[in-house]
């Protein structure tokens, strides 16, 4: 089962503009990672944000994690084409060590 | 590095059959995780093992199953295929297990 929610499910956008996806959890969490996926493809991973972190900046990725409230945010800014893909949150909790347990994703469209 | 690959990319099976999924991690990695991608369920974790022993498990029957051979390659099998097991099968490798994962580019399964 899926550990938590994704929002928007779906998002478009035009080239340029700023892209933001929320991703909310359960659990207590070791860390929080994003990943990419372009049309049924293996995932990337973009950025981890450790539990006791607040923000963390990669290029053009910004993240964002609330423990209190059980959320975190991925802020792409300046979005290219290239950035069209499925965005997923993904979580390890404290209790499973090494299991992944990913969001629902959010589909992302940048039109040029 | 070579990244994590996985073979074969496609797989065509008849319900009541049997399958046996590769993947070859990147050298150096000893954890490997196997995950199942469907529309309907999302990503969902299989299994994951470290140094030829399975270190956790999802919530799958017992029809999945997988080993680690001591060069850190891992096979997942799936026995009596039912049309629910139709799925993109996303293999996935680190150096411990914990924070970044490094996914292949997935087989794809389709049961008739």
């Known amino acids: 089962s899926q550990q938590g929610e994704e929002d928007p499910q779906a998002l478009s956008i035009q080239e340029g503009e700023n892209a933001t996806m929320n991703c909310s959890y359960k659990?207590?969490?070791?860390?929080l990672q994003w990943y990419r996926q372009n049309s049924g493809r293996g995932l990337v991973h973009l950025i981890l944000?450790?539990?006791?972190?607040r923000e963390k900046h990669s290029g053009r990725l910004r993240v964002t994690l609330d423990t209190s409230k059980k959320s975190s945010s991925l802020l792409i800014t300046a979005s290219r084409a290239a950035d069209t893909a499925s965005y997923y949150c993904?979580?390890?909790?404290?209790?499973?060590?090494?299991?992944?347990?990913f969001g629902e994703g959010t589909q992302l469209t940048v039109n040029p | 590095k070579a990244g994590v690959t996985q073979t074969p990319r496609y797989l065509i099976k008849t319900r009541g059959q049997q399958v046996t999924l590769s993947c070859s991690p990147i050298?150096?990695?000893?954890?490997v995780s196997w995950y199942q991608q469907t529309p309907g369920q999302g990503l969902q974790f299989l299994f994951e093992?470290?140094?030829?022993?399975?270190?956790n498990k999802g919530n799958f029957p017992g029809r999945f199953s997988g080993r680690q051979f001591s060069n850190s390659r891992s096979e997942m099998n799936v026995s009596t295929l039912e049309l629910g097991d139709s799925a993109l099968y996303l293999c996935?490798?680190?150096?411990?297990?914990?924070?970044?994962?490094?996914f292949g580019p997935g087989t794809r399964l389709t049961v008739l």
């Open positions: 996935a490798s680190s150096p411990h297990g914990v924070n970044e994962q490094f």
């Open positions: 659990t207590s969490i070791n860390n």
């Open positions: 944000i450790r539990s006791n972190e």
């Open positions: 993904a979580t390890d909790e404290e209790t499973s060590g090494s299991r992944l347990t």
């Open positions: 050298s150096g990695h000893r954890s």
């Open positions: 093992y470290f140094s030829e022993t399975q270190r």
